[in-house]
Antibody, heavy 115, light 107 residues
């Protein structure tokens, strides 16, 4: 079955960077894109951007385009999301999702940012 | 960007109640509308895709309807495991956008 397994929780200092991984299985990685979505504690869902696993094309949300980089490694069927210049309000669960229009979600990675 | 407006933001209901949640898009999205259920500390789970198609394994008490700009999610008879937060999401275009969520609580 389709599985997206994300890397473990991270604790970062303000101003640092974080890189979250998302290893997929159960489908042909290059057939669909990967969206990244975050959810701050007690808040709603915020789409961060999308990457094509076929050719690496990206579309970043305006709120993140200066600070985020999304990449893929087709040899390992893994997607990555790096967020730079972390602030305290970046504390959130970060989810990868197979984007077939419909989203199929990873389990989430908690990123905690503190000074 | 397409804005998704979901209502209500929360509701209280009893086991066995019929519950309806609405989602409105800021422009027509045909039937490119999906519904998810999220329990605390868990990832969202797909319930309905294409506005009205039930995801495999999802109980038939869940149903979706609508097209264009107005959509509804209905739970025909609320069960204890249905107390959760529900989100709509448009897949018509990027950026993907979500409703703000509806928390269904026990009355």
């Amino acid at each position: 079955q389709v599985q997206l397994v994300q890397s473990g929780a991270e604790v970062k200092k303000t101003g640092a960077s974080v890189k979250v991984s998302c290893k997929v299985s159960g489908y042909t990685f290059s057939n669909d894109g990967i969206s990244w979505v975050r959810q701050a504690p007690g808040q709603g869902l915020e789409w961060m951007g999308w990457i094509s696993a076929y050719n690496g094309n990206t579309h970043y949300a305006e709120n993140f385009q200066d600070r985020v980089t999304m990449t893929t490694d087709t040899s390992t069927s893994t997607a990555y999301m790096e967020l730079r210049s972390l602030r305290s309000d970046d504390t959130a669960f970060y989810y990868c999702a197979r984007d077939h229009g419909v989203l199929y979600w990873g389990q989430g990675t908690l990123v905690t940012v503190s000074s | 960007d397409i804005q998704m407006t979901q209502s209500p933001s929360s509701l209280s209901a009893s086991v066995g109640d019929r519950v309806t949640i609405t989602c409105r898009a800021s422009q027509s999205i045909s039937t490119y509308l999906n519904w998810y259920q999220q329990n605390p500390g868990k990832a969202p789970k797909l319930l309905i895709y294409g506005a009205s198609s039930l995801q495999s394994g999802v109980p038939s008490r869940f149903s979706g309807s609508g097209s264009g700009t107005d959509f509804t999610l209905t739970i025909s008879s609320l069960q204890p495991e249905d107390f959760a937060t529900y989100f709509c999401q448009q897949s018509y275009s990027t950026p993907r956008t979500f409703g703000q969520g509806t928390k269904v609580e026990i009355k």
